[in-house]
C-alpha cells in the first residue's frame, strides 16, 4: 500500500512523525451531498526514515501489501463467509428469523478475531510503514 504523506517532525531514533490525508469513498463534493458534515481530519504515524526526509517535506510512505491483504481478509471477509455459511446452514430451521439470527450471530463470530488481532498490533506496536521517496 502506498500514500503520499507530510513529515511532520523527524525523531531521534531515525524515524519520523507523518500525516496523511484520511482516505474515504467520499469525493468531499459537499456542495452536492452535505452528508459528512464535517472536515476530514489528518492520520498521524511513525514511520521508517531511511532517506532521511525532514519536517515539511511530502514523502511516498508504502507497507508491505502483504501485510495490508491479510488485515483486509480477516476484517471484511471472515465476517461475510461465517455469515452466509451460518445462514446456509441453517436452512434445515423452519423459521426465516431464525436463520437470519444464526447468520448474524456467525458474523459476529467472525468479527472476534478481528478485534483480537488490532489488539495484538497495538500492543506490538502496529503495522510498519516506510518512506521511500521524497518529493
Not at 507530510?6 to 531515525?14: I, N, S
Amino acid at each position: 500500500m502506498t500514500q503520499i504523506a507530510t513529515v511532520e517532525k523527524v525523531l531521534r531514533d531515525g524515524r519520523a512523525e507523518i500525516s496523511v490525508a484520511r482516505q474515504s469513498a467520499c469525493a468531499h463534493d459537499c456542495h452536492e451531498c452535505a452528508g459528512c458534515g464535517g472536515t476530514v481530519a489528518p492520520v498521524r504515524a511513525v514511520v521508517e526514515n531511511p532517506i532521511g526526509a525532514q519536517a515539511g517535506q511530502k514523502v511516498v510512505v508504502e507497507s508491505a501489501s502483504r501485510q495490508v491483504f491479510g488485515v483486509i481478509l480477516l476484517v471484511y471477509m471472515l465476517p461475510l463467509a461465517l455469515f452466509l455459511i451460518g445462514y446456509f446452514a441453517a436452512a434445515p430451521l423452519s423459521s426465516e428469523g431464525l436463520r437470519a439470527a444464526v447468520a448474524i450471530a456467525a458474523f459476529f463470530c467472525g468479527v472476534v478475531p478481528a478485534i483480537l488481532y488490532d489488539r495484538k498490533v497495538k500492543r506490538s506496536g502496529g503495522m510498519t510503514f516506510t518512506i521511500t521517496r521524497a518529493f
